[in-house]
């Protein structure tokens, strides 16, 4: 799963003719995150020597967020159901989330035993703000998505049947615009996260690959 989904975004990023990903559940689920029985067996992300967790997870499943942090094309995630532990975390590596109702929401790594090792950290506090972020990570309470939709973690909830509609919908509004503008747009917001103003400012595009189109303005 973790190459496949590193195949796809590699992908999406060096073709220059993809404006939009949107990230959806095959079945009834989002993602519930790592399989429990087989980590309870040990091996793999839950080796009994932490250096070969360690080592499993920085080879792994941490090259996901890595690489969805450095995506310049949209990603879109429709959330068709539970998006749990890993789930929610790749839920918030993608820069725009719709909900279904049927969505719910849990960063339940704590109920387990082990902490949010694959981004998780990271990005929900980006997404819904440090307490929140907290609360969700500390307790691993479940939100619905109307819940959600409150705290901040979806940009909106529709019914289930209107969920993929509504994320191509978002998509083809994205494509309509130059492609350079919506990769270098995209890159501008993940920045602004973690640079100074002057660097966001010096970060532009070269003057003469700009079509500025201005508004008519009518006489007053």
């Not at 399989?35 to 793999?44: F, K, L, N, S, W």
């Not at 839920?91 to 339940?108: L, N, Q, T, V």
């Not at 790594?109 to 949010?116: D, E, N, Q, R, S």
């Not at 103003?197 to 595009?205: A, R, T, W």
Request: charged share 20%; with cysteine; proline share 6%.
């Amino acid at each position: 799963m973790t190459e496949a989904i590193i195949a796809a975004v590699t992908q999406a990023n060096d073709d220059p003719q993809i404006r939009g990903v949107i990230v959806t559940g095959a079945g009834r689920a989002f993602s519930t995150g790592g399989d429990i029985r087989d980590m309870a067996q040990g091996g793999g992300l839950n080796d009994m020597d932490p250096l070969v967790t360690r080592r499993n997870y920085k080879t792994g499943i941490q090259r996901i967020p890595l690489l969805f942090d450095s995506l310049e094309v949209p990603v879109i995630a429709a959330v068709n159901g539970p998006a749990i532990g890993a789930g929610c975390d790749l839920a918030c590596m993608c820069d725009i989330r719709i909900a279904s109702e049927s969505a719910k929401f849990a960063e339940s790594f704590v109920k387990l035993g082990i902490i949010p090792g694959g981004g998780g950290a990271w990005f929900l506090p980006q997404v819904v703000g440090f307490a929140k972020a907290s609360e969700m990570a500390l307790t691993g309470d479940i939100l619905d998505a109307h819940e959600a939709l409150g705290w901040g973690l979806v940009s909106r909830v529709v019914p289930d049947p209107q969920l993929m509609p509504e994320a191509k919908a978002i998509a083809a509004r994205i494509a309509a615009h130059p492609r350079g503008a919506v990769r270098m747009t995209k890159r501008l917001l993940r920045e602004g996260r973690r640079a100074s103003l002057q660097g966001i400012l010096d970060c532009q595009l070269p003057c003469r690959h700009l079509r500025i189109r201005l508004p008519t303005i009518g006489r007053l």
